[in-house]
């Protein structure tokens, strides 16, 4: 019996080389449907994409943070298991193209009492002297059963390729965010770091307008200034104390937004370096084709896009008639014990043939649908690609403008704290009235907290460039794939 089996078994692997095959293009396969230039309108130069950029900033505090946000953020987490999910439904998907093979195993006991009167001549077992007679029958049964949809016009081979492209995409989209919280991982420690330089120099100044409040209040007790500037000394300190709590307030933020970012609790206290890293040189920027084939969400934005077209053409091919194939083959015995001597064998096999004729227009509904989502993920893409180079082309110019504001801020600081020694020493001298001494004081404490600020900006601009040009973690590279 075991041998019949193996026969029919091996009967319908080869069926399975008649169902069409599924092929997956790769990302920048398809049209771009986007115009593009040789080269990048801002400053960039040609040159590999780095891999590890967070190693440019020369800090092995943040490099150990991007390497422990890698591991254990949770947003990565999801990714994760959306990538298993995705797998699973694709290996689904692909189960209807196999024939659906199942083992049975039935018994059954019936019983059937005759009355004994009259039924002798019927019977000849059973006696005609009045009484009844219990007939107990048994049945077992043994069979191999196979269900199974030819797919000769490639239906469900194209459901399974979209499924695929699902797959490959969210594998796209787990390398997109592995990018993103690497650049939030950096973004979040250097706003760390400024804000403590913020908190430091506001501790500064808040010393510094302390001793000037002291000495104005001084002089204005004894009669020799007005009262007034006392009390605008003292404002002056006031709202410079009321600053350094807010300072306070930013750092504890940025403190437990890094944490939150590395899976741990948020206590407020994480150890940085002293001060912010020097910035960089400029990384390579490659050139504006290469990106598209390098940005993970714009490979993510393709793969939806031959999804929708596969699963459009999976609904145009619902049209077509379904040939689907069911068969039986095993044994069927009265006695259990003989159910495998291969006597009593029994086997079926039936073809049917469905042509949809009238379903109340679902069919040719859902083939205009699946046309439209297959319109709307090609405008996605261009949309992901259009935003790709404008990220690309906005982080380029704007490292310009921020050079610029930086020197800019840094000569304005040097130039109002020049200013505000000379106001002092004339306002001593009683040359120039006490609201000259205020405002050189606000503008160089403005123009040094701006400062900071902005070598900051220039960090997190340098960040989103890298995440801009599609760096980080190499290009993603396909698991292999197997039902």
């Known amino acids: 019996m075991i041998r019949y089996y193996y026969r029919f078994a091996t009967a319908c692997a080869l069926l399975i080389s008649l169902s069409a095959c599924v092929n997956v293009p790769a990302p920048g396969s398809g049209a771009t449907l986007v115009d593009l230039p040789e080269t990048w309108g801002g400053s960039a130069q040609p040159g590999d994409i780095d891999a590890q950029w967070w190693l440019r900033f020369d800090d092995s505090l943040l490099a150990a943070y991007v390497a422990a946000a890698d591991l254990e953020n949770p947003q990565?987490?999801?990714?994760?298991?959306?990538?298993?999910?995705?797998?699973?439904?694709?290996?689904?998907?692909?189960?209807?193209?196999?024939?659906?093979?199942?083992?049975?195993?039935?018994?059954?006991?019936?019983?059937?009492?005759?009355?004994?009167?009259?039924?002798?001549?019927?019977?000849?077992?059973?006696?005609?002297?009045?009484?009844?007679?219990?007939?107990?029958?048994?049945?077992?049964?043994?069979?191999?059963?196979?269900?199974?949809?030819?797919?000769?016009?490639?239906?469900?081979?194209?459901?399974?390729?979209?499924?695929?492209?699902?797959?490959?995409?969210?594998?796209?989209?787990?390398?997109?965010?592995?990018?993103?919280?690497?650049?939030?991982?950096?973004?979040?420690?250097?706003?760390?770091?400024?804000?403590?330089?913020?908190?430091?120099?506001?501790?500064?100044?808040?010393?510094?307008?302390?001793?000037?409040?002291?000495?104005?209040?001084?002089?204005?007790?004894?009669?020799?200034?007005?009262?007034?500037?006392?009390?605008?000394?003292?404002?002056?300190?006031?709202?410079?104390?009321?600053?350094?709590?807010?300072?306070?307030?930013?750092?504890?933020?940025?403190?437990?937004?890094?944490?939150?970012?590395?899976?741990?609790?948020?206590?407020?206290?994480?150890?940085?370096?002293?001060?912010?890293?020097?910035?960089?040189?400029?990384?390579?920027?490659?050139?504006?084709?290469?990106?598209?084939?390098?940005?993970?969400?714009?490979?993510?934005?393709?793969?939806a896009v031959f999804a929708a077209g596969l699963r459009a053409q999976a609904a145009r091919r619902s049209l077509l008639p379904a040939i689907s194939l069911t068969g039986a083959y095993g044994n069927q015995s009265n006695e259990l014990d003989r159910l495998l001597n291969g006597d009593s064998l029994v086997w079926s096999i039936a073809g049917q043939l469905v042509q949809p004729i009238f379903q109340g227009g679902r069919l040719r509904a859902n083939v205009a649908l699946s046309n439209a989502r297959e319109r709307e993920a090609a405008e996605a893409y261009i949309a992901t690609v259009l935003t790709a180079l404008s990220e690309v082309e906005t982080a380029l110019t704007r490292d310009a403008f921020l050079t610029r504001r930086a020197q800019s801020l840094l000569r304005a600081a040097e130039a109002a704290e020049e200013a505000r020694r000379i106001g002092i020493n004339r306002y001593r001298e009683g040359l120039v009235p006490f609201i000259t001494v205020l405002e050189s004081q606000q503008r160089a404490i403005d123009a040094r907290s701006a400062y900071i600020s902005t070598r900051r900006a220039r960090l997190d601009n340098r960040v989103d460039l890298h995440l801009a040009l599609g760096g980080g973690f190499g290009a993603p590279t396909p698991q292999e794939f197997s039902q």
């Open 76 to 303: 990565i987490g999801q990714a994760v298991a959306q990538l298993d999910q995705a797998r699973q439904q694709a290996v689904i998907a692909g189960a209807d193209r196999l024939p659906q093979l199942s083992a049975m195993f039935n018994a059954s006991r019936a019983q059937q009492t005759l009355a004994g009167s009259g039924l002798g001549s019927v019977f000849p077992d059973v006696p005609d002297g009045g009484g009844a007679t219990s007939f107990h029958t048994d049945n077992f049964g043994l069979s191999l059963n196979i269900d199974w949809e030819i797919d000769i016009w490639g239906r469900i081979a194209s459901q399974h390729g979209a499924a695929l492209q699902d797959y490959l995409a969210s594998e796209n989209r787990l390398h997109a965010v592995r990018q993103s919280i690497a650049a939030q991982a950096s973004k979040a420690y250097f706003a760390v770091i400024e804000a403590r330089e913020q908190v430091a120099f506001s501790e500064e100044t808040v010393e510094a307008l302390a001793e000037t409040a002291r000495q104005v209040t001084n002089r204005a007790d004894v009669g020799t200034i007005p009262q007034s500037d006392a009390e605008f000394s003292i404002a002056n300190l006031e709202s410079a104390k009321a600053g350094l709590e807010q300072r306070h307030d930013a750092l504890q933020q940025a403190e437990r937004q890094l944490q939150l970012l590395l899976r741990e609790y948020p206590s407020g206290n994480i150890e940085t370096a002293a001060s912010l890293p020097s910035l960089p040189p400029m990384p390579p920027a490659g050139l504006p084709a290469e990106l598209l084939a390098r940005r993970p969400d714009v490979a993510a934005a393709e793969r």
